[in-house]
């Protein structure tokens, strides 16, 4: 297989299932640049859902299909019912999860941070990318009729589980150390 060959694979995944129904997003490279697609299987039949050729993350809950729109600037939580345009629920730099529990959406993410400002180095780890410092820490979001921050801190929330009670993993305590702690969520406050 050459190199244009291989830019011409795409793949499935992030496959979730429903009732009568399969979602899954198709990735694939076009001008140099990834791009994906959300597809759904009902009945033999495969109908491809979006069209921006930037979503990911499919999630098919009570008749609703929820997704991530990105760019390079921001990711957007979508919500997209059977016979409607998509819905924007709420934007953020970046969007690692998200999760839908009763009326409630919890998205973990990160805000855009000012690289002009200096950094302050208060741990042993400092976080790099291609870019530099990485400054942003992903925090824990909760939506219902408002995005509300409502776990955050010099730390990031790397995980969510929600299964009549609500778990987070974060690095709040050994971030320098790579170990995670697990907490219990009290949406009662």
């Not at 001008?31 to 033999?44: A, P």
């Amino acid at each position: 297989m050459n190199s244009n060959e291989a830019y011409n694979v795409r793949y499935a995944n992030e496959i979730v299932s429903s009732d009568d129904s399969v979602f899954f997003s198709v990735k694939y490279i076009k001008n140099n640049e990834y791009h994906s697609l959300i597809y759904r299987i009902k009945d033999k039949k495969m109908l491809q859902l979006t069209h921006n050729e930037n979503e990911r993350s499919p999630k098919y809950i009570n008749n609703k299909l929820y997704y991530i729109k990105y760019s390079k600037e921001n990711e957007s939580l979508m919500a997209l019912n059977e016979l409607s345009e998509p819905e924007t629920i709420a934007t953020f730099y970046k969007i690692k999860d998200y999760q839908i529990y009763n009326d409630n959406i919890f998205v973990i993410a990160s805000e855009n941070s000012d690289n002009t400002e200096p950094f302050e180095a208060n741990q042993i780890k400092y976080r790099f990318n291609g870019r530099g410092l990485i400054r942003s820490r992903y925090s824990l979001y909760k939506i219902n009729n408002k995005v509300e921050k409502i776990y955050s801190g010099n730390f990031d929330v790397n995980g969510i589980g929600i299964n009549k009670r609500i778990i987070i993993e974060t690095t709040e305590n050994n971030d320098d150390y790579g170990l995670a702690d697990l907490y219990e969520i009290d949406l009662n406050g």
